[in-house]
């Protein structure tokens, strides 16, 4: 009896769910962004508990979740925005490394806290690579496209053994104010005195067009002197301040080149938070 092909078919996509890994840095010169899972501690925790390496893609959810179905054995794991976990119609824990049986469905319920959550399998995602990567890209529409129904996603061979849940498991609730550490520059001559002590002065209040490209922000809009900067490099973190005066946080999607000029650059370790905040909360500034 040959053995089944290890894939997922895709039952439900929800309202957006995409492959993602480390993403393909590297390429910004010939126009690429870098893509990749916008919570990389909560993407990296899911492939150690199924047993994968760092590098292995997984899904990606957007507030409403997946559902899939194993053509295979394999085992699951989901983290970052809280959810419910159902395999074969039954509760299973979060952040837990999951066993499920061939031909069950996997469901990822909707996000109760932040916003993205990921799906990992032993054995990883394994779509066709792009420049190296299997990583989507929302912006270039590079690597594979957006997860659809009836959509077949092959699954590798599992090469490690599952781990246990760990005690900090990450669950990203984000539920209040979070403050987000910048670095003022490049262009902050660009602004009038003081400008950077604006920004950190007063909360902003998350837009809900923030998607992968960015994390788009309302509030005291910021002026801005001297015209556009000229077109230059942008890098991931980056505070954008568009001619509306409402700044941006450039995610793991944005453009390689722009022309507004940025105030400042995220701290890395705080852009995780960025991939979890709901629209309607609160974001601060701190610089330094």
Request: glycine share 12%.
């Amino acid at each position: 009896m040959s053995t089944p092909m290890r894939a997922l078919e895709v039952r439900d996509p929800g309202p957006l769910t995409t492959v993602q890994d480390r993403g393909r840095p590297g390429w910004a010169h010939v126009g690429v962004p870098r893509a990749g899972a916008l919570d990389p501690p909560a993407a990296d925790l899911a492939n150690r508990l199924v047993g994968n390496p760092p590098d292995a893609a997984l899904l990606e959810t957007t507030l409403g979740g997946v559902v899939v179905r194993a053509t295979a054995a394999m085992t699951v794991a989901v983290t970052g925005a809280e959810c419910e976990v159902r395999v074969a119609g039954r509760a299973r824990p979060f952040a837990t490394a999951v066993a499920v049986a061939a031909g069950s469905v996997v469901a990822v319920g909707p996000a109760r806290h932040g916003v993205r959550s990921y799906l990992a399998v032993s054995g990883g995602v394994d779509v066709e690579p792009v420049l190296g990567s299997r990583a989507t890209d929302t912006l270039a529409h590079v690597g594979p496209p957006v997860l659809a129904a009836g959509q077949v996603l092959p699954v590798g061979a599992a090469s490690g053994s599952p781990s246990v849940a760990e005690a900090d498991h990450l669950v990203r609730r984000s539920a209040g104010s979070v403050t987000l550490r910048f670095r003022p520059g490049p262009r902050a001559s660009l602004f009038p005195s003081g400008s950077v002590d604006r920004l950190c002065a007063a909360p902003y209040t998350v837009a809900a067009d923030s998607n992968r490209v960015g994390l788009r922000l309302r509030g005291e809009a910021l002026l801005r002197e001297g015209g556009e900067s000229s077109t230059e490099g942008i890098v991931l973190g980056a505070v954008q301040v568009p001619p509306s005066g409402q700044p941006l946080v450039f995610l793991a999607d944005h453009p390689t080149t722009g022309g507004y000029p940025v105030l400042g650059v995220v701290h890395r370790d705080d852009l995780a938070s960025c991939a979890q905040l709901r629209p309607g909360q609160q974001v601060s500034f701190a610089a330094g």
